[in-house]
């Protein structure tokens, strides 16, 4: 299995920056995508920004210009750098990994169990 821990959610002031990270431990897997989704109270979980192993990324129209993501295949590591941040990006935000095992081609979503991120305003 893939397993993704979060860290660096936390409340900060419309206007700031927060870093979020993300750690896999991918026994016997082979990552393909490491990205980061989000879901406020009320609203389907969305995409925020991914990356690949090459390193091609796509950040969603809505936090264009404000969020950044990078990461280091070595640690297996994500981060999704933040800023400017705003009340509508309060939201629990979930690590993803799109795996698959070695020798395979079938590829499986991986989640982290989230962290919360509170803008207030």
């Known amino acids: 299995q893939v397993q993704l821990v979060e860290s660096g959610g936390g409340l900060v002031q419309s206007g700031e920056s927060l870093k979020l990270s993300c750690v896999a431990s991918?026994?016997?897997?082979?990552?393909?995508?490491l990205g980061w989704y989000r879901q406020a109270p009320g609203k389907a979980r969305e995409l925020v920004a991914t990356?690949?192993?090459?390193?091609?990324?796509n950040v969603a129209d809505s936090v264009q210009g404000r969020f950044t993501i990078d990461g280091d295949d070595d640690k297996n590591t994500v981060h999704l750098h933040m800023k400017i941040l705003k009340a509508e990006d309060t939201a629990t935000y979930y690590c993803?990994?799109?795996?698959?095992?070695?020798?395979?081609?079938?590829?499986?979503?991986?989640w982290g169990q989230g962290t919360q991120v509170t803008v207030s305003s």
């Open positions: 993803n990994a799109v795996a698959r095992r070695h020798g395979r081609s079938q590829q499986r979503d991986f």
């Open positions: 991918r026994p016997g897997f082979i990552i393909d995508v």
């Open positions: 990356i690949t192993t090459a390193g091609t990324t």
